[in-house]
């Protein structure tokens, strides 16, 4: 690890995984497509032999870090993609496999009693470092204060805030009303025409800051148990103002309703660099009532040193680069305003209609209602570097932060579902989407305990499909968990279909954050799993290139299909490419059309998926990306038992509200990412 992000820096050039880009580049878009390219292609260095195991397919992406020092519009240089390879993850948390940390975790989190003196003493000295993990406070400025921005000296514009994506920022082209937040105070710059914010401010966004916050019920206690970081973005509205986005199950949304019902605006802390395991920290999904500043603090080897900060009641990282200071509004209203609804009333005070962003799912999140933030202090380095990252289609920087926290929270995720032998968030499912669980079972339905177990379990409950397979089958090997789904996994037997809470940022729900989630049982069966009175029997054999052959000549024979790919990468999958894309309600149903006529005649393959236009469905990868994002069970699915078959077809295409099926609605369909 590394005390300050400037040795981090130092590190990466030292072992070549940094470009220096001396050039004048622009945050507006530029910036983004340079990482973007950088972060899919191959790493300088490959990570620990068991992120190559862990990950096989992938771990040699990440490309290297980039420094640009001379952003356009800027004095602080530009650091990105510094945490987007398996190596330079384990570099920034001390040189360590992350399996290597989840077992120092495991041996924490489950202590054997000692059975002698000698043992006693092994286990105080094994207990020991985790006295000094707490926090070190200091009355004294940090270096984060060196240069100090308060009143009128604060102007956020200065600050190489990256426009992502094209559209981040622009509500209307993605089908809102303009002018919803024309006349709210602060928003634009004095000496900035809007023309020009338009062109050169306009959705541009702090994207990997650690945003400190504390519970209203700790406001003066001088050590506040509550002290949270997280990672949410903010977009930039202003001279001095910002909008802050966080979703309502996080911790950060969770203090500002408290400070909501006080009645008071809530003090805010925007903390950019520091330590090396800070940025880590701030993302991951610890158990209730644990700070990630003793996480960080943990992975450091020491406490965080903090300072106070100038202008609010709160504590801030000393060594970071910078410090954003303000109060979050408390009179907004909550999220979930839709200004096209004729009784969304108005947007209301202390609140901004914030978006779209290009997200982590590889679409634009789309615009809602979040508090302002009104800044009262900027404070950084004399020579301050400015971090930032870019989400959007995998692989990108935070990609590997999630495989941290995958390997990392292994050991916790046993104390609560010991049956885990072992899991795998793989890409395609952008996290949330998809997870692969290996256990050893034991009893009938066993899956589904399983499944319903991991329902309930902290953040690991918004996901949104989960193919259980037994211990013989390599969990981290995608085509092997798709075989098991094909050969043990009969459709209308063994899939478990549940009501539940899904992310968010799920834009295929039929309403937001809950629709259908999948549990695939890919577990041999046994007697005792005979659901609905279906018999067992042997394994359904994996189709054969002339099944698949076959099944993608008939496909290419329905009205609107341009192509379909079966390939033995992905056993029993059969994908189909439609004549239809995003927002043409001209082709509204053709999707479940196609698998209709598709079903109607008999096939090998178990798993239909209809795709739009634009989705390269030869890459399997691409094409399980598309059908984890673009379908919700409840609206678009079709289960099928004709023809001597057990089956099961998703439509997957982009939808418009006349895609409606079974009653299900389809909410406001985001584009996909793209630089075109």
Known sequence: MYADLHRFVDALAQSGELIRINSAVDPVLEITQYADTESKSAAPNIGSSSSQSNDPAFAHLGGKALLFEHPIGSDFPVLINAFGSYRRMEMALGNRAFDDIAQTIAELVKPEPPRSIAEAFTKAKQFFPLLKIGPKRSNKPGACQQIVHTGDAIDLTKLPMLRCWPLDGDFE?????????????????????????????????????????????????????????????????????????????????????????????????????????????????????????????????????????????????????????????????????????????????????????????????????????????????????????????????????????????????????PDIKDYHLPMYGAFHNVANIQITKHYPLHARTVMHGIWGAGQMAWTKNLFIVDDAVDVHDLTAVLAAACQHCMPSRDIEQVNGALDILDHAAPRLGSGIKLGFDATKKVIGEEINGQPIGDPYPVPTAEDRIQAVTFAKSIAGVLDASATDNAPGWLFIQADKDHNEPQNAKLGATILQAFLAEPSAMRFIVVLGRSVAIHDHHAALFHWAANFDASRDAQWDQSNNCDRVGFDATPKTPEDTRNSQPVRAWPPVLSFD
Not at 390 to 402: K, N
């Open 173 to 417: 082209a993605v089908g809102y009303p303009t002018g919803i937040n024309d006349n709210i105070a602060g928003l634009g710059h004095p000496d900035i025409s809007d023309e020009e914010w338009n062109a050169k401010y306009r959705g541009r966004f702090i994207t990997l800051a650690g945003i400190h916050t504390i519970h209203a019920d700790d406001r003066n206690d001088p050590k506040p148990k509550s002290h949270n970081i997280g990672m949410y973005r903010l977009q930039l509205l202003g001279k001095n103002r910002l909008a802050m986005h966080w979703h309502m199950h996080h911790d950060g949304a969770a203090h500002w309703r408290s400070w909501k019902k006080l009645g008071q605006p809530m003090p805010v802390a925007i903390a950019l660099g520091g330590q090396s395991v800070l940025p880590y920290a701030a993302t991951c999904p610890l158990p209730p009532g644990i700070s990630e500043l003793l996480m960080a603090g943990f992975l450091n080897g020491k406490g965080i040193p903090l300072c106070r900060a100038k202008t609010v009641p709160l504590w801030v990282p000393a060594d970071a680069e910078m410090i954003i200071e303000g109060f979050v509004r408390t009179d907004a209203g909550f999220p979930g305003w839709d200004p096209r609804q004729p009784d969304a009333g108005e947007l209301g005070d202390g609140a901004v209609f914030e978006g779209p962003f290009g997200d982590h799912t590889g679409f634009y999140s789309m615009p809602d209602r979040y508090p302002i933030v009104e800044v009262s202090a900027f404070t950084h380095r004399n020579n301050a570097i400015y971090p930032t990252t870019v989400v959007g289609l995998p692989p990108q920087e935070d990609y590997f932060l999630g495989k941290a926290t995958e390997r990392i929270m292994r050991p916790l995720l046993a104390t609560i579902l």
